[in-house]
């Protein structure tokens, strides 16, 4: 970013509620069914129906709102908010306008370099989402009217993001929220979390905006950053060059790594917002929004805290762990059967998070139950087998078949911890290599690796590591009085 420019983003993020029916009316909402099977004359907008509004969908929103520091409004009203897309059959979207349901929330990022950054969120209001159109071969577009009614909660962010990596922090804490609250599956690729970025840039100290252009068809975090550096670099090097911006939409092409023109301002839709006439307001009572308060699940920050402070994880485990609801879940399942804090922490971390990102299952569908992987960490601690046994073991408990306890039984893996019968085996792999043990003498401690190879595979992996080595230095050692 040019020192002498300043950008200004918000963010409008579009997130699916997870109910089971639309909003205004009782179909189903599932993704991927036949198209056009889940419709009916409500959500078609045939002439004479009326909607009627899913009560779930209110409790959805005001919990993000609870979530997100915002006001909870006791009454909010419904608007008609009117443009024709073929994949919208009444020709308006009932969505809400002058009068939302939350307001004035904020939500903190804290950045790379360690400081921390407010972030308002303007309001959050509910809308229903219109159907899809799909643009095939043959210059054909075919309309899909499954997600028409599909509830949506719209997330209006302040102009307070700076940069693409502002942007994608705020989101991802978004994503945390709608999912920890189980509102929403914050899935960007099938379209049930959306986002949209209004850009600008002007002159660094100057407090009055330039002209924004919105930026659609965001759906990773990685698009939308290297979506919202394209259009700050863009709009700069027009500046620079003694250009003007122009108003417009534009859409970002993956592909190309470039956005480009969807439609001007002066194309740009007059929605002619009015009040819904078939929809009463909706009124949030204070004994309503206290029941909502209780139904808050620990939230996001405040289990990150706990995990440091309870645990004593490092703020980087904490951080990772706490990302998904469902993997702090596991992770706290785990600690059910084991203390060892740290060390449930890096198996998570490390080889579930391994397995689950390559495979794209759910921790939910992990064949490791929580419980059999705290009792495979207690054998650990308690000497029965070693950290290397406990990873040629871990993909028997991938089969989901038997616990830690009947595989290292079958297999005959308990760890080696007699220090007598490890002596006799030293004894013997040093007999058998007298240079390698003058070559020690000589100060090439890299040698040991040498010796600690040759003892485990002659117990078949199975010593206690602390005790070889203990052993070993200290016979290695007995030689240089000799």
């Given amino acids: 970013m040019n020192e002498y420019f300043e950008a200004v983003i918000g963010l409008e993020v579009h997130a699916q509620l997870l109910t089971e029916s639309k909003v205004f009316c009782g179909c189903s909402t599932k993704f991927g069914n036949t198209p056009n099977t889940n419709v009916c004359p409500v959500c078609l907008g045939h002439p004479g129906v009326l909607p009627v509004l899913n009560k779930k969908v209110v409790e959805f929103i005001a919990l993000m709102g609870l979530a997100t520091n915002c006001t909870v409004n006791e009454k909010s009203v419904f608007a008609r908010k009117n443009y024709f897309y073929p994949d919208l059959p009444k020709g308006y979207q009932i969505s809400q306008y002058d009068k939302p349901i939350c307001e004035n929330g904020f939500l903190d990022i804290k950045k790379k370099d360690g400081t921390s950054k407010k972030i308002g969120i303007t309001r959050i209001h509910m809308e229903e989402d219109a159907g899809k159109s799909i643009h095939d071969q043959t210059q054909e577009t075919l309309v899909d009217l499954n997600r028409c009614g599909v509830p949506l909660i719209e997330i209006v962010s302040e102009p307070d993001i700076r940069s693409a990596e502002e942007a994608v922090l705020y989101l991802t804490k978004i994503r945390q929220i ?156 785990v600690l059910k059967t084991t203390k060892d804090y740290k060390s449930a922490s890096n198996w998570v971390m490390g080889e579930i998070l391994k397995i689950i990102n390559e495979e794209k299952i759910d921790i939910k569908d992990f064949p490791v139950v929580p419980e059999n992987l705290g009792k495979l960490i207690n054998l650990i601690n308690e000497g029965t087998i070693s950290s290397k046994i406990a990873k040629d073991i871990f993909p028997e408990l991938l089969k989901g078949l038997k616990n830690p306890d009947e595989i290292v039984k079958e297999k005959n893996l308990v760890q080696i911890s007699d220090t007598k019968k490890i002596e006799e085996i030293i004894n013997k792999i040093i007999e058998e290599h007298k240079s390698e043990v003058q070559t020690y003498l000589d100060g090439k401690d890299k040698v040991l690796g040498f010796f600690v190879g040759k003892i485990m595979k002659e117990t078949k992996g199975k010593a206690n590591p602390k005790i070889v080595n203990d052993i070993l230095k200290e016979k290695l050692e007995s030689y240089r009085n000799k």
Avoid at 200 to 226: C, D, H, I, W, Y
Avoid at 237 to 252: A, D, P, S, Y
Avoid at 276 to 290: A, G, H, R, T, Y
Avoid at 291 to 316: A, G, Q, S, T, W
């Fill in 178 to 333: 709608v999912q920890y609250l189980r509102i929403c599956d914050g899935n960007m690729e099938e379209g049930s979390l959306r986002c949209d970025a209004n850009i600008s840039v002007r002159s660094a100290g100057q407090k009055e905006f330039g002209t924004k252009t919105e930026v659609k068809n965001m759906n990773s975090f990685r698009n939308l950053e290297r979506a919202i550096n394209f259009e700050i670099n863009r709009q700069v090097e027009t500046l620079e060059e003694g250009g003007k911006i122009v108003q417009e939409t534009l859409l970002w092409n993956a592909d190309e790594n470039e956005a480009v023109s969807m439609r001007s301002k002066e194309e740009a839709h007059d929605y002619r917002y009015f009040p819904e006439p078939d929809l009463l307001p909706v009124i949030m009572d204070d004994k309503w929004q206290k029941e909502l308060k209780l139904k808050l699940p620990e939230l996001p920050e405040v289990r990150k805290e706990r995990f440091i402070n309870d645990f004593n994880l490092p703020e980087y485990d904490a951080d990772i762990l706490t990302l998904n609801r469902d993997i702090a879940d596991y992770y706290e399942n």
